[in-house]
T-cell receptor
């Protein structure tokens, strides 16, 4: 079965510093990988995805993520954090054994950016 | 971009009553819609997957008779919480996916249900 791990419940970073939110996955076959962001009492907003091609994926709001097959990771990064980036971030995966139809989420990582 | 709406955004109901939540894809046809439940500071738990015109597929542990899902058209799915109890209070989020496997899922803004 496919699974996603986000090892950090919370990440704290000062505004202007680079940020990384970690994600590792476990699937059989080639995964489709996604990052979503959720603001309080809101639904999820799509940030970026990796399907195939370049391992470095660029997404919305200056975020990017790098697919690393050997480490089965898909960490989310941003060179310079903003206070407005503070939110809950979810990594998610779709796997071929589900026909790429089922999206499995990690437990989420709260990002707090201090001024 | 693709937009998914949910209605209502917030609902308060009395214990024992039923509540219907609507999920609409506004600018695309959703062959598949998903319903999630999210507890405070927790990840999303998939409740069920529905394909237009067919019965929903429920995840293990989700009561079919309590959480009725109808996907009547390619742009509308409804979740009805029947005989609601306080423990059903939660944030319910729907998601819609176009037909292509590589496409992302588009999420609605969520519905906060409070059962008193």
């Amino acid at each position: 079965a496919q699974s996603v791990a986000q090892p950090e419940d919370q990440v704290n970073v000062a505004e202007g510093n680079p940020l990384t939110v970690k994600c590792t996955y476990s699937v059989s076959g080639n995964p489709y990988l996604f990052w979503y962001v959720q603001y309080p009492n809101r639904g999820l907003q799509f940030l970026l995805k990796y399907i195939t091609g370049d391992n470095l994926v660029k997404g919305s709001y200056g975020f990017e993520a790098e697919f690393n097959k050997s480490q089965t990771s898909f960490h989310l990064k941003k060179p310079s954090a903003l206070v407005s980036d503070s939110a809950l971030y979810f990594c998610a995966v779709r796997a071929p054994n589900s026909g790429y139809s089922t999206l499995t989420f990690g437990k989420g990582t709260m990002l707090l950016v201090s001024p | 971009g693709a937009v998914v709406s949910q209605h209502p955004s917030r609902v308060i109901c009395k214990s024992g009553t039923s509540v219907k939540i609507e999920c609409r894809s506004l600018d695309f046809q959703a062959t598949t819609m998903f319903w999630y439940r999210q507890f405070p500071k927790k990840s999303l738990m998939l409740m069920a997957t529905s394909n237009e015109g067919s019965k929903a597929t429920y995840e293990q542990g989700v009561e079919k008779d309590k959480f009725l899902i109808n996907h009547a058209s390619l742009t509308l799915s409804t979740l009805t919480v029947t005989s609601a109890h306080p423990e059903d209070s939660s944030f319910y989020i729907c998601s819609a996916k176009p037909g292509l496997a590589g496409e992302g899922q588009y999420f609605g803004p969520g519905t906060r249900l409070t059962v008193t």
